[in-house]
């Protein structure tokens, strides 16, 4: 089965394939010679002195637990292990069957400050390490310490003295540059060998793998093995233009399938680390969500672009009303969102505190809203808003039938039989059909519909009049807006046909 694995390791065993037994075709001298592609010996020459090894150790306590010493086993009398059994066992202390032991990793680094002695790696590579080591091409060894990590991006910076050894650095290059088709080369630490050179092409851009909220991969067939986790990936010009971090792999191994994070995001993530010792991300303050085809159709746009606002968090930098739930975020601080995981990229590259125009799409016109941005990690911090717990529905409460819905008045009555906060306003839906096409969209009783194609509506007649006049427009999709029991927001499409 195909995996996804960080590059760093633990060391492994190397099996030595048997020799061919047949000689292989000697070309003829007088035979014009062959050229093959252009060396990069210079250039791999002028950079393997700023990459590193790097090696962490951490002490893993084991668990001495209430069972104390591993029991005797029985054995008959006479028996010749009896002997054994009663010197091993017989000499046990408490906690002797799980002492602690050191757990050693190996991954990649390189230096991207010569002067400060600062160098780059994975998050990964150096988590929950007790001692770090930064090994040099020449053998000569360093100890490093944390300047700062982010777990979202899995990245590291390291800081060594820069003074007990000679450095070279390496500087980014513009990522943003990079062409499917460019030729790039890899150094690192694979399984431990050290200074190890690949060359490939950049095979995509762009790669969302699911590892984090601000996946935009560079791929790349350069072999990437594990150890070469936190290894610098150059472009010809010997710029870094990303970070190696994961591979796709049913063996470990190379297949041709490695990721690099790209220098256009890795730069400001470790200009933040070295300064401020974490990150500080720009932040908005909405919950979002793709928009489909049926959710653009029924807002009357005519492709399935940007972000669909499902939310605003409360205390938020656009909680003002600046920005509304059910807008389409198409464009922020003048760069394209084309899809949901856009925004949080494009939001978290920004300066906390800056001003900017974003577009939206709302009802049915673009309209540029200004924002001021906020910080990501002090509402991460912030106490969570306390939610009401849920409680079972008591009794279906007759109402208007629509779309497979039954839908009933929410007064005090119904929000203490569905246990649906104060905060929540609309109309509450009491009853699904299974195989209705709200069913199908996995709406249910206690669901409660705030608005109806960016219309508020408070009574059943009023969804049901407002379902009528969109189908006398022409539609054939209409966009609800859901509030669960607590409070949260969600979008979906119901089909009118």
């Given at each position: 089965?195909?995996?996804?694995?960080?590059t760093?390791?633990?060391?492994?065993?190397?099996?030595?394939?048997?020799?061919?037994?047949?000689a292989?075709?000697?070309?003829?001298?007088?035979?014009?010679?062959?050229?093959?592609?252009?060396?990069?010996?210079?250039?791999?020459?002028?950079?393997?002195?700023?990459?590193?090894?790097?090696?962490?150790?951490?002490?893993?306590?084991?668990?001495?637990?209430d069972?104390?010493?591993?029991?005797?086993?029985?054995?008959?009398?006479?028996?010749?292990?009896?002997?054994?059994?009663?010197?091993?066992?017989?000499?046990?202390?408490?906690?002797?069957?799980?002492?602690?032991?050191?757990?050693?990793?190996?991954?990649?680094?390189?230096?991207?400050?010569?002067?400060?002695?600062?160098?780059?790696?994975?998050?990964?590579?150096?988590?929950?390490?007790?001692?770090?080591?930064?090994?040099?091409s020449?053998?000569?060894?360093?100890?490093?310490?944390?300047?700062?990590?982010?777990?979202?991006?899995?990245?590291?910076?390291?800081?060594?003295?820069?003074?007990?050894?000679?450095?070279?650095?390496?500087?980014?290059?513009?990522?943003?540059?990079t062409?499917?088709?460019?030729?790039?080369?890899?150094?690192?630490?694979?399984?431990?060998?050290?200074?190890?050179?690949?060359?490939?092409?950049?095979?995509?851009?762009?790669?969302?793998?699911n590892?984090?909220?601000?996946?935009n991969?560079?791929?790349?067939?350069?072999?990437?093995?594990?150890?070469?986790?936190?290894?610098?990936?150059?472009?010809?010009?010997?710029?870094?233009?990303?970070?190696?971090?994961?591979?796709?792999?049913?063996?470990?191994?190379?297949?041709?399938?490695?990721?690099?994070?790209?220098?256009?995001?890795?730069?400001g993530?470790?200009?933040?680390?070295?300064?401020?010792?974490?990150?500080?991300?720009?932040?908005?303050?909405?919950?979002?969500?793709?928009?489909?085809?049926?959710?653009?159709?029924?807002?009357?746009?005519?492709?399935?672009?940007?972000?669909?606002?499902?939310?605003?968090i409360?205390?938020?930098?656009?909680?003002?009303?600046?920005?509304?739930?059910?807008?389409?975020?198409?464009?922020?601080?003048?760069?394209?969102?084309?899809?949901?995981?856009?925004?949080?990229?494009?939001?978290?590259?920004?300066?906390?505190?800056?001003?900017?125009?974003?577009?939206?799409?709302?009802?049915?016109?673009?309209?540029?809203?200004?924002?001021?941005?906020?910080?990501?990690?002090?509402?991460?911090q912030?106490?969570?808003?306390?939610?009401?717990?849920?409680?079972?529905?008591?009794?279906?409460?007759?109402?208007?039938?629509?779309?497979?819905m039954?839908?009933?008045?929410?007064?005090?009555?119904?929000?203490?039989?569905?246990?649906?906060?104060?905060?929540?306003?609309?109309?509450?839906?009491?009853?699904?059909?299974?195989?209705?096409?709200?069913?199908?969209?996995?709406?249910?009783?206690?669901?409660?519909?705030?608005?109806?194609?960016?219309?508020?509506?408070?009574?059943?007649?009023?969804?049901?009049?407002?379902?009528?006049?969109?189908?006398?427009?022409?539609?054939?999709?209409?966009?609800?807006?859901?509030?669960?029991?607590?409070?949260?927001?969600?979008?979906?499409?119901?089909?009118m046909?």
């Amino acid at each position: 089965m195909t995996a996804l694995a960080a590059t760093g390791f633990p060391p492994v065993l190397v099996t030595v394939a048997n020799a061919q037994t047949q000689a292989p075709t000697v070309p003829n001298s007088a035979q014009p010679r062959a050229q093959g592609p252009a060396s990069v010996a210079d250039l791999a020459e002028g950079l393997l002195g700023a990459v590193v090894n790097i090696s962490t150790s951490q002490t893993v306590k084991g668990q001495d637990g209430d069972s104390g010493p591993i029991p005797m086993p029985k054995v008959p009398e006479g028996s010749p292990f009896q002997e054994f059994f009663n010197d091993y066992f017989g000499k046990q202390q408490p906690g002797q069957n799980n002492p602690s032991r050191q757990v050693q990793s190996l991954g990649s680094g390189f230096v991207v400050d010569a002067q400060e002695g600062i160098i780059v790696t994975n998050n990964h590579v150096i988590a929950d390490a007790d001692e770090i080591e930064v090994n040099f091409s020449d053998g000569s060894k360093l100890k490093a310490e944390l300047v700062g990590k982010d777990t979202k991006t899995d990245l590291a910076v390291l800081k060594v003295d820069p003074k007990k050894h000679k450095l070279v650095a390496v500087k980014f290059g513009d990522s943003s540059k990079t062409r499917i088709g460019d030729w790039v080369m890899a150094i690192g630490n694979p399984f431990g060998f050290g200074g190890t050179v690949t060359v490939g092409i950049v095979s995509a851009r762009n790669r969302d793998i699911n590892s984090g909220p601000y996946d935009n991969f560079i791929q790349t067939d350069a072999a990437i093995n594990r150890g070469n986790s936190g290894g610098p990936l150059f472009d010809m010009y010997g710029q870094v233009i990303g970070i190696n971090t994961a591979i796709i792999s049913p063996t470990g191994g190379s297949i041709g399938i490695g990721f690099a994070i790209p220098a256009e995001l890795a730069s400001g993530v470790i200009a933040q680390l070295r300064e401020f010792g974490e990150t500080r991300r720009g932040w908005l303050g909405v919950r979002i969500q793709p928009v489909t085809d049926d959710i653009a159709e029924s807002l009357g746009m005519t492709t399935s672009k940007g972000a669909l606002v499902a939310g605003i968090i409360d205390g938020g930098p656009v909680a003002n009303g600046s920005i509304l739930a059910g807008d389409v975020i198409i464009r922020f601080d003048g760069k394209e969102v084309a899809t949901v995981k856009d925004l949080p990229r494009v939001v978290a590259e920004s300066p906390v505190g800056k001003e900017v125009d974003v577009v939206v799409v709302r009802k049915g016109k673009e309209q540029t809203v200004k924002v001021t941005l906020g910080r990501l990690e002090d509402s991460e911090q912030a106490p969570k808003k306390p939610v009401d717990s849920d409680q079972d529905e008591d009794g279906a409460i007759q109402g208007v039938d629509v779309l497979g819905m039954t839908l009933g008045v929410l007064d005090e009555d119904t929000r203490k039989s569905f246990g649906i906060s104060k905060e929540v306003e609309g109309v509450l839906v009491t009853e699904v059909q299974d195989d209705s096409v709200a069913g199908n969209k996995r709406i249910q009783a206690g669901d409660v519909i705030v608005d109806i194609a960016q219309e508020t509506v408070s009574t059943p007649e009023d969804v049901a009049a407002r379902i009528e006049k969109l189908r006398d427009e022409g539609r054939k999709n209409a966009l609800l807006m859901l509030a669960s029991k607590t409070g949260e927001l969600r979008f979906v499409t119901l089909q009118m046909d």
